[in-house]
């Protein structure tokens, strides 16, 4: 006979499923221990970061996703008749997510991780589906994208798809573990890591042949995941993977910006077993890109950078770069400073930072903006010094090159 605990653990999934999945499914189709399932998953995937906007109801969609070619608006995935996914089936959920296939035959853009997301199984997937079954109903019309032409033609994606995309399961490597299996089923299907980390081409599709070599989006570099070379998880051991993924920051370094969502609604709710299978997998990945050729920087761009650096940034991360671990992430052998795209470190100069704040880590740390006070040419400088110093070899950044991300970011207000 079930524990008390079990049974209102038992009884609390039947309500929540009668409470909101009324006239979307019968409670008695699925058993709580599905919908758990179907939660912790969607909870792997990160749904909430794309599907709910800062004001509106959970899942209920709305976000306008910035793409190269345009914006494209998260769609509602409550369970709503009108507006949502109510009236899909099953299979028609499954198709979407395994084939990137809405039920009235329509692609879904690539916006949308199904090129990921197919390497779920069936299992797993309609798990998900009972899940958001039971989430509540919210009526909200999805507005349309605002893509360039021709792109604004789904029947375009028809195309991508057959040049880009090849559905499948994940199939176990027989000659790995099965926690290294288990990580590279979340790493490259629900947690999407190459989403964002992996170099895409011209068409938007990733680069297979420099997978989880890092990559830019919105004004953000991705960092290259791999654990071989400087701008690498090379200096990071499992237990550091495993502790940055769960509290936002390690004694390396601190989840900012996007990373900082994802750690948040994400990664920081996974279970310990689950995080380190991740970082097994991700420490066996030892490809990386082709070496940068450190520049030789100016003597007195270094010596502006250096009064800059002791005057505005010592105080937190120590004149000789080591920082306050867990606190102010050093700087000296950082793999962020040594990124081949330093986008990142020249918009933390500029627009601040502050890291993830998690159960488990629950006061943020925090970096001011400079955008105010230093020109393109002081924070070129500040930034070459810090690629430069206590070891660091990186190239160096210009002038030009701030101003760029300058522009660009007030235009589009980040």
Not at 344 to 354: E, V
Request: aromatic content about 8%; glycine content about 8%; charged content about 20%.
């Amino acid at each position: 006979m079930p524990s008390p605990a079990r049974r209102l653990l038992l009884s609390s999934g039947i309500l929540v499923t009668l409470s909101f999945g009324a006239g979307f499914a019968r409670a008695a189709d699925t058993s709580f221990s599905e919908i758990e399932k179907g939660r912790y998953l969607a909870t792997a995937g990160d749904c909430t970061a794309c599907h709910t906007t800062s004001k509106g109801a959970y899942l209920s969609g709305g976000l306008p996703i910035k793409t190269p070619f345009g914006l494209i608006y998260s769609p509602n995935i409550t369970p709503d008749r009108d507006t949502g996914i109510g009236n899909w089936s099953k299979d028609e959920f499954y198709n979407a997510i395994h084939h990137g296939v809405r039920p009235d035959g329509k692609r879904l853009y690539p916006a949308f991780p199904y090129p990921y997301f197919t390497k779920l199984t069936r299992d797993d997937v309609d798990a998900i589906y009972a899940y958001l079954k039971t989430v509540k109903a919210v009526s909200a019309k999805t507005q349309a994208p605002e893509l360039t032409w021709p792109l604004n033609y789904r029947i375009v994606v028809r195309g991508w798809d057959w040049m880009f995309f090849k559905p499948g399961t994940y199939k176990a490597n027989s000659a790995k573990s099965a926690e290294w299996n288990r990580g590279a089923y979340l790493v490259e299907g629900a947690a999407h890591c190459g989403a964002c980390h992996t170099p895409k081409n011209i068409a938007g599709a990733a680069k297979t042949d420099e997978k989880l070599h890092g990559d830019r989006l919105q004004n953000w570099f991705a960092p290259n995941l791999a654990s071989k070379g400087r701008a690498s998880l090379a200096q990071w051991s499992v237990d550091d993977i495993v502790e940055y993924l769960q509290t936002g920051r390690n004694r390396h370094s601190g989840a900012t910006g996007l990373m900082s969502e994802v750690v948040e609604k994400s990664t920081s709710k996974l279970s310990r077993d689950d995080l380190r299978a991740m970082a097994v997998y991700l420490k066996d990945i030892t490809s990386q890109p082709a070496p940068l050729s450190p520049s030789t920087p100016d003597p007195s761009v270094m010596a502006t950078g250096k009064r800059i650096f002791e005057t505005s940034c010592a105080a937190c991360h120590r004149k000789d770069g080591t920082g306050v671990p867990r606190m102010f992430p050093p700087l000296a052998k950082s793999a962020l400073v040594h990124s081949r795209n330093p986008t990142t470190i020249i918009r933390m100069i500029l627009k601040g930072a502050r890291t993830a704040a998690t159960n488990a880590a629950p006061t943020h740390s925090a970096m001011p903006a400079y955008d105010w006070k230093l020109s393109d040419d002081e924070i070129a400088a500040v930034a070459t010094y810090v690629r430069n110093s206590w070891g660091n070899a990186a190239p160096s950044i210009s002038p030009a090159d701030v101003a760029s991300l300058r522009k660009d970011l007030a235009s589009r207000n980040q």
